[in-house]
T-cell receptor, first 116, second 109 residues
């Protein structure tokens, strides 16, 4: 149990375009979903926390108008990178909590975004 | 501020034992997690400690001392597939997960 999927696994796009990443909890209802970004050889950086049906809470320094998060249901959250630029190239990982006994987060496989 | 410290990199030999330490200073404490992350993949949950003491799970054990703000992950009978980064994370008083930078473990034959 506690499986989280993410789609797409990797995406290459041109500068200025928008990219949508989906995160789904497949076998449980996720009360909270998290979006992280990870640059090579660095630790996870939390971008935002979202609860179903409410606005996401963004971490300091993360532009909410650039990284749009929608958490429409207890099993789906989306991250849209708007007007992507090469510096947005990174590994984006979502996680979900609500299944475990200890508020542990279960991670999706990640999406590698390359902006040309 | 909130801070989690763990060594950047460690090297160990296949079949041996290795201990990865983690010290933390956070606003409140609601548990400490260890995650494993292979290169290019997302983290996977290894263990959770909220009370002092040792939790054993197969080849992996995790220890916590709340008074010292200290935890360690112990890996026994190391296998090549254990080469990965190991992330320490603490759940603070707001139930927000504070992440360490991770320890890259290199296993040599």
């Amino acid at each position: 149990g506690a499986v989280v999927s993410q789609h797409p696994s990797w995406v290459i796009c041109k500068s200025g375009t928008s990219v949508k990443i989906e995160c789904r909890s497949l076998d449980f209802q996720a009360t909270t979903m998290f979006w992280y970004r990870q640059f090579p050889k660095q630790s996870l950086m939390l971008m935002a926390t979202s609860n179903e049906g409410s606005k996401a809470t963004y971490e300091q320094g993360v532009e909410k108008d650039k990284f749009l998060i929608n958490h429409a249901s207890l099993t789906l959250s989306t991250l849209t990178v708007t007007s992507a630029h090469p510096e947005d190239s990174s590994f984006y990982i979502c996680s979900a909590s609500g299944e475990g006994d200890h508020n542990e987060q279960f991670f999706g496989p990640g999406t590698r975004l390359t902006v040309l | 501020g909130q801070n989690i410290d763990q060594p950047t990199e460690m090297t160990a030999t296949e079949g041996a034992i290795v201990q990865i330490n983690c010290t933390y200073q956070t606003s409140g404490f609601n548990g400490l997690f260890w995650y494993q992350q292979h290169a290019g993949e997302a983290p996977t949950f290894l263990s959770y400690n909220v009370l002092d003491g040792l939790e054993e799970k197969g080849r992996f054990s995790s220890f916590l001392s709340r008074s010292k703000g200290y935890s360690y992950l112990l890996l026994k009978e190391l296998q090549m597939k254990d080469s990965a980064s190991y992330l320490c994370a603490v759940l603070d008083s707001n139930y927000q997960l504070i992440w360490g930078a991770g320890t890259k473990l290199i296993i040599k034959p």
